[in-house]
């Protein structure tokens, strides 16, 4: 193989035809329409975000199509393609966070505070929704964008490791929401200790994750953490002193 070969380049040039092929399909049509006439359809919806993942977030052009896709029918295509109504669909932060796209959360949480600034207070507030979280299925009532969509990223970012998303949205919330349950009861510090990512445990106990908080299927993020066998996160709860330290 050419030593020349990049596959960042590669990656998210395929993303790109993902969203483009994605974005010609009608939005009207049905699912089971558009899995019959156009075969790669279900290729491009699956498979976008890994592309974008391995693009990592060096490509600036990439990360506007994934913002103006979110923003477009094609966005709507998408989720019906996956069985979800419009009032199911995760909102395209969460996605982002979900998938570790931290360029694309940045953009999107930068567009959203500059929609705050050039609103009218007496203007009605835009609205996205959020029921659903993509990796349990798990309902949840609506809500509108804002904080509570920013906390609900957060949860997935710290439960899918990436680091530099939850650095990204814990500088959007309130002090006290990292402490916030998810719609499964979890904290943020249970999902990440769960997960075995002690950098995110580290950073969440710094910025004042209370290890003794209760939730999730076994109770506390100390024990998840020894019933995965996560060493290290075991020894960063058990003794978090350092990473709490100013």
Known sequence: MASSFQEGAA??????????YLSQ???SAEASEIQKSFPLAMYCAKH???HAVA???HDADLQAAIVKFFSSDAYKTWCKL???????????????AHTG??????ALTTLEQEKGRNTNKTEPKIEIKIEIEIETGNEKGNESAGENDYVDALHAACAWGHIMVTEL??????ASDVNAPSGQGETMLYAASGGGYVDIVELLLSKGAEVDAQGGTYGSALCVAALEGHEQVVKALACPCAQCAP
């Open 11 to 20: 990656r998210a040039a395929m993303a790109r035809i993902c969203l483009a």
């Open 25 to 27: 399909l009608e939005a």
């Open 48 to 50: 976008w975000t890994s």
């Open 55 to 57: 693009a990592k977030d």
């Open 82 to 96: 996956y069985g979800w109504s419009e009032a199911e669909a995760a909102s395209p932060l969460y996605i982002a």
């Open 101 to 106: 796209l931290s360029g694309v959360v940045e």
């Open 169 to 174: 949205l814990l500088r959007k919330v309130k």
